[in-house]
């Protein structure tokens, strides 16, 4: 009986060991990268919010008006929850990817690619075409966004300019005033210098709808005085801005390779879970809010709905502020993936090479 209960035992201390042994030797990308300006989770959370909250948060109201009140407040909320899971699938993904492979980080192209590779022999041929795609389209829709921007900061200040000082000067004058800042902000080259712009940019959109609240609870009707429920053929308009208007997706991935302790950015709490509670929120709090004051007066921007005094105005100077700063964040994304598809052409002077494209393509958008 002793040996018989010593042989396993022996067994037992052998099999935990390989098992220990097998755990300590296991690959985590995390050990292994190395970010020359890595950003802390409060910076990371900053920049997330900054990508979240875009223009779509003043279209919410008007997003609401498609759905009805109730409906719009569960299906803002469904949107969040889906768009973070999808999220937490992607970075999950891109963890395990990287395990298999032994790579430090993946891009959301990367994964694409890698995830293909990994898939069974029929598809792997179809790796290469992945990538493409998943980087195209990021590129397509955020220097989309970035044009948009530009639309949205000039229109914002035309709008003021002309309510005070009745100029008349065309707004592509404008775009021409804001293109040197423009150009000189899109010259930070990491994350982390971008982060107090972020900050600056958080400070001003959240003091422009803490005041555009405050112009919401003036005169708010009950709720019964707006329908609950809106038609079903008008939900496809409220998904179309509920979705537009959650637009972090492309900034993610590397939000997540830049971070001095990427453990952080999933799990619970978690700079994923926080960063879309905190959006999802505001947006929710915005869309209802801005609904059940102006009703079916309620425009495409809540900032046009509100009253011209001095500062309700303020408030479109403040979110134009902020998209602006904004923009570089945006710009950061496609401007990676276009250098990385390029900078094997300009081995000679690459940092003129990367700033000349730069230049090109703010002044291009």
């Known amino acids: 009986m002793s040996t018989n209960n010593s042989s396993t035992n022996l067994v037992t201390v052998v099999v935990v060991q390989q098992t220990n042994g097998t755990t300590r030797n296991k690959y985590n990308p995390y050990n292994n990268r190395n970010v020359a300006h890595p950003t802390t989770d409060a910076e990371t959370l900053i920049h997330l919010l ?5 223009t779509g948060i003043l279209a919410m109201p008007q997003a609401f008006a498609n759905a009805g009140l109730l409906f719009g407040l569960i299906a803002t909320f469904s949107v969040g929850l889906i768009s973070t899971y999808c999220v937490n699938i992607l970075v999950q993904c891109a963890h395990q990817l990287c395990q298999r492979r032994k ?16 898939g069974p022999q029929k598809v792997q041929k179809f790796a290469s075409t992945a990538r493409f795609m998943v980087n195209t389209f990021l590129v397509l829709d955020l220097l989309g966004c970035c044009c948009v921007y530009i639309v949205f900061v000039t229109s914002n200040l035309k709008q003021v300019f002309d309510l005070y000082i009745d100029s008349g000067i065309d707004v592509r004058i404008y775009m021409l005033c804001c293109l040197p800042p423009l150009i000189a902000i899109n010259m930070i080259r990491n994350l982390k210098y971008l982060a107090p712009l972020s900050m600056v940019a958080n400070v001003c959109i959240a003091m422009g709808i803490a005041i555009t609240i ?17 038609p079903v053929t008008k939900w496809p308009l409220f998904f179309g801005t509920a979705i537009f208007a959650l637009e972090g997706i492309g900034v993610v991935m590397p939000l997540e390779n830049n971070m001095k302790t990427p453990e952080n950015f999933l799990g619970c709490p978690g700079v994923l879970n926080i960063g879309m509670f905190v959006t999802v929120m505001l947006y929710s709090i915005l869309g209802f809010l801005g609904y059940l004051r102006f009703g079916a007066a309620t425009k495409g921007s809540i900032t046009l709905n509100l009253p011209d005094e001095l500062l309700a105005q303020s408030v479109k100077v403040m979110i134009a502020i902020a998209i602006f700063f904004t923009y570089a964040l945006q710009f950061y994304v496609p401007l990676e993936i276009i250098w990385k598809a390029s900078k094997h052409r300009f081995s000679s002077h690459p940092a003129l090479a990367e700033y000349t494209i730069r230049i090109v393509l703010v002044c291009g958008s």
Do not use: N, T
């Open 50 to 54: 900054k990508g979240s909250l875009g």
């Open 103 to 118: 790579l430090p980080s993946l891009g959301f192209a990367d994964v694409a690619e890698v995830a293909f590779l990994e």
């Open 214 to 230: 405050y112009y919401l609870f003036q005169d708010l009707p009950p709720f019964d005085s707006r329908p609950a429920f809106a």
